[in-house]
């Protein structure tokens, strides 16, 4: 299908800034008073977009005014819209007070808060007019900002083989179990996999180790975990945990990063089930002195820790 001239126009950030307000406070006016601009204006903003992309984008029905069909197909384009215009202030920003270069970079954010910190101050001094632009990410989304050039290269541990891309195997740990220092597993100083089924269970997002982890399990035992809360942000899971609602099956490295008053981590017995972390980039990826220079010391901190 041919798309035509007007569905072809660059998009304007406030349209799409205003469409997104609408479609969080799902209001007109709720949407103006947190934009700082007037109901007319915001209303005109989503009727222009509607208008240049020729598609309903919001609807009013008996549940209220909520994004159309077209729109939510679109929302995450629209959001990864902004963010990207965003980005692109925040390094002009930079480079205005004298940045010579902005590293961009995927991670865990375990692996960011115990490896990437500390390489980076290593290496800081040599490289004291560079930035590192870190997201805390740990799926497919990652791979895709690699290939599109929007990050140099990204650390993952649910890489699998894809063309266009390279992976090099940077950091293994294994997996543990986090538990409140008053559930009856705190004593031990090894957990089976029996033993933690019995257990309700903080469950983090599909895509992640963890998650796979417990599917690996589950289907091995034939025994459905009772999952009694699914989260996002390993904090919040790790508080769930302190207040002894359930336990968290995590790699050791996350545990590590995330250390709360009255948690406790314990091995899980089996072995088997580690987590490899790797640097993802492109196969025509040109690495600068700035990245040399953080992945080598990367892979010191690693080979001092295997030693």
Known sequence: MLIDRSRREELSVRRVRSLL??????????????????????????????????????????????????????????????????????????????????????SPASYAALSLAPAFRSIRESFSKHILDISEIDNEESFHLVRNGDIDFAITSVFVPSPGLRFEVLHQDFACVVVSEENALAGATEIDEASLLSQPIIRFPSGTTSHDWLSVITERTGIEPETIAEVRQLLTGFQMVCQNLGVALVPEDAAKACKLPGLITIPLKDRRLTRKLGIVTSETHHPTDFEKALVKMLRVQQAGLSA
């Open 21 to 106: 307000a609408v479609a969080e406070h799902r209001s007109f006016s709720e949407a103006a008073k947190m934009l700082g601009l007037t109901q007319p204006a915001v209303s005109q903003h989503v009727k222009q977009l509607e208008e240049q992309l020729q598609i309903s984008l919001m609807v009013r029905d008996k549940e209220g005014l909520r994004l159309s069909a077209g729109g939510a197909a679109l929302l995450p384009a629209f959001r990864r819209f902004l963010s990207s215009n965003g980005a692109i202030l925040d390094q002009l920003a930079s480079l205005g007070r004298g940045t010579e270069q902005i590293l961009r970079i995927a």
